[in-house]
């Protein structure tokens, strides 16, 4: 079993290094997020654990970093379907308050 988190070191060529620090702010960040991005692509991870390792508080942000990154998210069928009952449940429930209030 891993720790409640890890921390990965790895070492780059100085020449290289100096190419990666001057085109990011965050050589670190960008390496964990250039991570957790191939992660999600091979499958390795879930949209919600991409969440998480990157302490991204929506969907909505993985959802832009995966776009930048060329990312389809791994949206199913079953997901639809899940959406659409959503959907159902949450405009009947908003129906029946509005005739409530009448």
Known sequence: MYPRSMQV???IP???ASQLVAACKDASRSALEAFAVES???GRLTESEVRRMLGYETRM???ALLAEHDVCLHYTA???QQ???ASDRLRAV???ST???R
Do not use: P
Request: proline fraction near 0%; charged fraction near 35%; glycine fraction near 0%.
């Open 78 to 80: 079953e997901h639809l």
């Open 99 to 101: 005739a409530d209030a």
């Open 9 to 11: 070191t790895f070492n």
């Open 94 to 96: 908003r129906t029946s």
């Open 40 to 42: 999600y692509r091979s």
């Open 14 to 16: 100085d020449e290289l």
């Open 83 to 85: 959406d659409i009952a």
């Open 61 to 63: 942000e993985v959802h």
